[in-house]
């Protein structure tokens, strides 16, 4: 099991006995972790969330955007007390090519990173294993307007895709997705594409608006807003710029009574 410096917000807890064991653990620091499933836990349920990708090589302000990272969960999976899975935590990267993936177990739950800024943008991640929604695309280079990030997928659709030039508004996410980014004034860059809440599906994020002081994507499901700087909002939103969200893995159980998208999710 990680240390806490590598867990947001702390966010282990288990309590209760038997059937009634409740608890959950999120990894949100890139890297490969070992969960151990603890005594009296026979099933999980998971939500997965891949890497955002990065702008494409290139000096500032030319580039593609990159993708959003996508979202995948699954309920009710079997687990042994006492045995150790797999979790692996995407990251980022800045060369060509897709951001890492986040999965639980290898093929139970796996989530893809986004594209990092390819021609007409990235192409936002895919679910591999599980249920959810993939990431948005990131918007094309528009010359001396750097692109928009695309927003990470959601629970039950699609992030939005950014802006495709220096006047078009991000689009919406939806099903709880991170919306996309747009073109922004304060620094003349793209907006970060939105991230994507851990605690189940909410509302989705809504597109950055072109030729504003911000432009970045608005967090579905609570997650965070993309930024004029260019930053993908956690976990998993697109960037213009190479400062894209890393992604995530969180593990709620029991799997029996707690599911994604949206019964009994939050921290118990």
């Known amino acids: 099991m990680p240390l806490l410096s590598t867990i947001a917000s702390s966010s282990v807890k288990g309590f209760g006995f038997g059937a009634n064991v409740v608890g959950q653990e999120s990894y949100t620091t890139p890297g490969t972790y070992s969960w151990t499933a603890p005594a009296g836990v026979t099933s999980v349920s998971v939500v997965c969330v891949g890497a955002g990708g990065n702008k494409s090589p290139g000096s500032f302000p030319g580039g593609d955007g990159g993708g959003g990272g996508a979202l995948a969960y699954a309920n009710n999976i079997a687990v042994t007390p006492g045995t150790s899975y797999t979790v692996i935590v995407g990251a980022t990267n800045t ?76 689009q919406a996410g939806s099903g709880g997705a991170g919306g996309g980014g747009a073109f922004n004034t304060t620094n003349g860059r793209g907006g970060g594409g939105g991230g994507v809440g851990l605690l189940g599906q909410g509302s989705s994020g809504a597109g950055g608006v072109a030729g504003s002081a911000d432009g970045g994507g608005g967090g579905g499901s609570s997650g965070d807003n993309g930024t004029s700087n260019g930053n993908g909002g956690n976990y998993g939103g697109g960037s213009s710029q190479n400062s894209a969200a890393g992604g995530a893995v969180r593990i709620i159980w029991p799997g029996v009574t707690r599911s994604f998208p949206s019964t009994l999710t939050g921290n118990l």
């Open 95 to 170: 060369s060509i090519g897709y951001a890492g993936d986040s999965s639980f177990n290898s093929t139970s739950v796996a989530a893809g990173g986004g594209q990092n800024g390819a021609s007409g943008g990235g192409l936002g991640g895919s679910v591999i294993y599980g249920t959810g929604g993939s990431g948005g695309r990131g918007g094309p280079d528009a010359g001396s307007y750097p692109a928009g990030g695309g927003g990470a997928g959601g629970y039950a659709g699609a992030g939005g895709a950014a802006g495709v030039n220096s006047s078009s508004n991000g």
